[in-house]
């Protein structure tokens, strides 16, 4: 734990106090977001501290030229970046000519600041001395519509405390942005018109090389005591800048509030050429129905996601507020209204990993949406797989694949690969596992067979070809192995047969093999259309199978355990434990070249590939793999505490659960690695919901039936969860002594608890 200062709330995040060296981790943690744009929690007053502005359009990105050190043959030709948006929250605010700005003022108290979760807000309240020692204070809202996805609305309210004030409220809309990652720097946005029309502003931009037109807008109303002024601002306008400026004299302890109304409308979902049209029927709809109705719209709107995706838990508000953290952020990144559109790991908190779609994705957060959601929100994430297809196959091509082989990207935004770190880029070959994994998942959750020979199958042969290709044959092992490879522990890079790759290899060519036969026989024109656009030939079929039946998986009898990978035991294997807390962590205060040559973990690597396919392994297999890697793993990647909880709790360790899950749910809020002013870990925070549902309440579909192994820590008196399985929800209940099960459908449904079949009914309450 590296931050203390968030207050211990079930349904807020709360800051009290003024901290000028917090307030980059704020604009974090505080961050909002409707799934169509976000934004990092900045002041709408000019702030003159250290800050990280930011505002993020969905889908909306720039391919900055690759920066690398020497260029090699199929690097990347760009690193695809999330664009800090022309901003639309500044309101700068003068009293007596003097202005408004914490870092400059001479006092501020009071100072609160509040992420309301339950309701899908932000706000901040302070009493400030400005340096002509007028005494005000401040209160602001906030809130980005989830009705209204392209509008946002802010409160701003000031009341002089100590004298009468002479105000100036100066709200803009400003496109002279930059990117705080760039790597040359360059101009990312065109302007193309800057327009005012009455009390209305417009700022129409478009991307460099990408060429996305959107508009950015602004209206504003003004209050003294919540009666409406008619106020006539005075427009300015410059190149990238438009400002209103109102000047108003209110009494002592008379309130001045500005509602402004703000946003985007893109091309995306409007003709580039009627954007500013578009915006001025958003602002008719947001000011005709005022900030006051916009808000208790936004409450319902929240409650209705809550009502399915909430997790409770009793007796530990810690616990609480941090699954609540992580549901709340999942749910302002992604709603599944766009299959064009995906889940970055930052979402809009921050400019790192460019914003892009990862492998996350498929490991980790399809498992929440498909619980918590309709399976239409899941089945577009596969979707957005399936139309990046041919530029996988084209990804592969550039690396010397052919036939149709396909190398999905590590990092995207289009489907083609933006990644360029070569260890990375080159080797990190297991996301493909990871999105044929999700095919499967997918299937095995929700029943629904259909995308497979819809769109399912094409990009399991193209994986499939592309693994049989990877491997190769080894006279010495006498098997085929994969070389040249970073496992999901990216501590250790260009490595020989990493047990995961090689593992999810296998299986993937094998579950292909499986399927293949299964759409031949259940979907013959499907399998005709499939087999005359790919064609794949017997012959072709059974060279993979050679590959997948004599895959080589390095093994350490002295140990009784599967390596890592080749030359693991080689290592100096001293445990965390044994490591100078001071040296941590270790990615932060060692070289590379150490990190490489230590047999420290990132990231569940191993365990990583025995948590997707636990039904292949013995508890006693699994519990001498997880004893044998856990102490040499640091947990550096936000990945990683979460497979270690859903493990643990297996094997009935639910200390370690506990502790681990407490790591996974408050990863950001308690900043273990030293990095939450940079942005939050959005994909990894499924994990944590994977920790309780999976992990605490063992949740799994075994059988074609859902099943469930229900434990809990110590620390809890209680928790309860809800997840939709196949059109019903099932609400799971856990205390210390039972746990209850109540059905929200039509009809009956069979479970498994503990082993033992539970008939559940949507009329009775069952407690096992």
Known sequence: MNLDYIIPNNWSILEEGFDPNQVKASESLFSIGNGAMGQRANFEEQYSGPTFQGSYIAGVYYPDKTRVGWWKNGYPEYFAKVLNAPSWIGIDIKINNDPLDLFASKKVENFRRELNMKEGWLSRSFKITLQNDVELQVETKRFLSLDLDEVGAIEYSVTPLNSNADLVITPYIDAGITNEDSNWDDAFWNISNVTVENNQAFIEAQTMKTNFHTCTFMQSECFVNDKKLELQPKAVKTDSKISFTYKQSIKQNETFTIHKFGGYTVDRSHDENKLVAAAKTALHTATTAGFTQLLEDQKQAWAQIWDMADITIEGDVKAQQGIRFNIFHLNQTYLGTDETLNIGPKGFTGEKYGGSTYWDTEAYCIPFYMATKDQSVARKLLAYRHNHLQKAIEN?????????????????????????????????????????????????????????????????????????????????QNKYVILGVTGPNEYENNINNNWYTNYIAKWC???????????????????????????????????????????????????????????????????????????????????????????????????????????????????????????FTVHESSLSPCVHSIQAAKLDRMDQAYTFYLRTSRLDLDDYNHEVHEGLHITSMAGTWMSIVEGFGGMRVKNDTLSFEPKIPEQWEGYSFKVNFRHQIIKVSVNQNETRFELEGDKDLEILVNGKSVMISPTDLITV
């Open 396 to 476: 592969a091509e550039k690396l010397g694949f052919t036939n149709g082989a396909a190398l999905y990207p590590m990092v995207t935004m289009n489907g083609e690969e933006c990644h360029n770190e070569w260890e990375i880029t080159f080797e990190e070959i297991h996301r493909n596992g990871a999105i044929a994994f999700a095919i499967f998942n997918y299937y095995r959750y929700t029943g629904d067979f259909s995308y497979i020979p819809e769109m399912g199958l094409e990009v399991l042969i193209g994986i499939a070809r592309f693994w049989h290709q990877r491997a190769n044959f080894s006279t010495q």
């Open 509 to 631: 060519i094998n579950y292909t093999l499986e399927t293949i036969e299964k759409v031949k026989e259940g979907h013959s024109d499907d399998f005709a259309r499939i087999s005359g656009k790919t064609k794949i030939t017997d012959d072709e079929l059974a060279l993979w199978k050679e590959v997948a039946d004599n895959m080589y998986f390095p093994y350490s009898e002295a140990h009784n355990v599967y390596l890592q990978q080749d030359g693991f035991l080689d290592k100096e294997l001293i445990t965390v434990e044994d490591l100078d807390k001071l040296q941590r962590p270790i990615n932060q205060k060692w070289s590379w070249d150490r990190i490489l040559r230590s047999p420290y973990i990132k990231q569940a690597d191993l365990l990583q590939g025995m948590y997707f396919f636990e039904d292949q392994f013995t508890n006693e297999e699994l519990e001498r793999h997880f004893d044998f890697y856990e102490p």
